[in-house]
C-alpha cells in the first residue's frame, strides 16, 4: 500500500486538470481533483467555448447581408436573449461531459477550494488528503485597474451571460478578449467604442495583422481609439458615463474591460510548501512544471506564460506522461498558433516580421504578403479584404511565421502551424499544388516579395 491516499492531487478541475488527471489515471494513478467552481473551468464555461458560440451566433448578422448578393430575400433579428439561453445549454451539456469524462477515468472529483496544508498534504471539503504529487491548475481571472467607478464595469466573465444586449458599449483594452467581444456586440447590432491605452490593438501580434484587422472592423463602425486611458466610470441616468484622463466623455450602456487576465494563486496555501510566484504573479515553474515546492507541480494559466487552453492541456498531459509513464516530455512553447475570433477572424503561427527582424536582422528576413477581396465578397458585395502574409528566414528559406485575417483563417493556420513547426521552407510551399478556388491557395502561390 502506498503511504499516501493519491498518488496525483489536481487542484482545479478546468482544461489542464482535467487533461493531466485523465492521462494521469490512463496510467494506473490513484488521481482525485478538486474543482471550487463548476468542473470545465473558463475554456469551456465562461470562455473559448461560450465565446466562439456567440461569435458564429452573430456573425449571422453578416451572413443574411452577403446571402441577399446571392439573390436571397432574407431579414432577420436577432433575439439575444434565446441565444445566450442556448449556449447556456451547451455549456451545461460540455459540464456534464467534462465530469463524465472525470468519473469514467476513475479520476474522484471533490467539490470545494483546495488548500495545500503541508508537504503532500492538501485541505478540502473538510478533508485532509495526501498525495504524492500536487498538481495546481488553477486558471487565472479578468485582471481590473483601480479606478473610480470600476464597479459598474463588466468582465468577459459577465459578457457571456448578458441578459439584454447593451445598445452602446465601451471596450476597455485592445487584446484577445476585446477584439472578440468587439466583433460580437457590433454585428449583434451594439454601438462599439474600443478604448486602447496603446496607438494599436493586439500588442505582440505581426504589424500588418495588427493593422489590417483594426481597418476590417473600422469599416464595419467599431470606433477605435488610441492613445485613451479611462480616469473614472460614473452612473449616468440609465447608463454609464466613462471620462478619460484627457478629460473626454463617452455615454454608454455597459463598460467592459478586457485587460488581461491575473493567475488565481489565492487561498491556495503555498506559503506552507515554499511554492513562489515570479514577478508577473504567477506561479514560478521550471520546463518539467516543477515548482520551487517538491511534490508540487503547475500548469496553465496560473503560471502566467502562454494563456492558451491547447497550451495548459499539453503541458498536463506532459506532466503525466513524465511522472506516471516513464516518457519524460518538457513543455514546449515553441511556434503556438494561436487565433483571435474577431469578425474576421486572425490565424497566425510563428514570428511576426517584427520579432524575425529583431532576431534575424532586417536583411534576414523576407517577406511575403497578399491583400484580396475574397471571391465569396464579389457577390456579396461586403467591403471586406483577406490578407495573408508569410515571413521568411532569407538565409535558409524557412517559413518562420504564417498569418492570416479573413474568414477562415483559424481554421487554414492550423494546417499551415504543422509546416512552420515542422521546419519547412518556401520552396515546400511553393512546390505544393493550390487548391482552386480557395483563399487558402494564396499561401502556396504568393512569389513577389514585399519591397522594403
Ligand atoms: P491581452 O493580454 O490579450 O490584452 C490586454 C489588453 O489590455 C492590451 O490591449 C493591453 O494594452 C490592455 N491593458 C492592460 N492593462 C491595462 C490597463 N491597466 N489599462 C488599459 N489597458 C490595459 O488580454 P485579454 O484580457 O484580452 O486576454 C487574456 C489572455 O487570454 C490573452 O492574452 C490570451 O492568452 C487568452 N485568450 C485567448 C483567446 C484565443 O486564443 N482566441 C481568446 C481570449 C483570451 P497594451 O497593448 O497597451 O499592453
Partial sequence: MSEFDYDLFTIGAGS????????????????????SWRVGGTCVLRGCVPKKLLVYGTHFAHEIEDARGYGWTVEGALEWSKLIAAKDRETARLEGIYKNLLSGSKVETILGHAKIAGPNTVEVAGR?????????ATGSKPQLPAIPGIEHAITSNEALDLPALPKRVAIVGGGYIAVEFAGIFRAAGAEVSVLIRGDRILRGFDGDVRDHLAAEMTKQGISISPGTRVARIDKAGDGLRVTTEAGATLGVDAVMYATGRIPNTDGLGLETVGVH???AGGIAVDEWRQTTAPGVYAVGDVTNRVQLTPVAIA????L??????????????????????SQPPVG???????????????????????TFRPMKHTLSGRDEKTMMKLVVESASGRVRGVHMVGADAPEIVQGLAIAVKAGLTKKDFDRTAAIHPTAAEEFVLMREKVKR
Fill in 16 to 35: 489542464g486538470g482535467v487533461a493531466g488527471s485523465r492521462r494521469a489515471a490512463s496510467y494506473g494513478a490513484r488521481v482525485a481533483i478538486a474543482e
Fill in 128 to 136: 485532509r488528503i495526501t498525495a504524492k504529487y500536487i498538481l495546481i
Fill in 277 to 279: 510566484l515570479d514577478k
Fill in 315 to 318: 503541458e498536463a498531459r506532459g
Fill in 320 to 341: 503525466a506522461e513524465t511522472l506516471f509513464n516513464s516518457n519524460p516530455i518538457p513543455n514546449d512553447h515553441g511556434d503556438i498558433p494561436s487565433a483571435v475570433f
Fill in 348 to 370: 497566425s503561427v510563428g514570428l511576426s516580421q517584427e520579432d524575425a527582424e529583431r532576431i534575424l536582422g532586417a536583411d534576414g528576413v523576407d517577406v511575403y504578403r497578399a
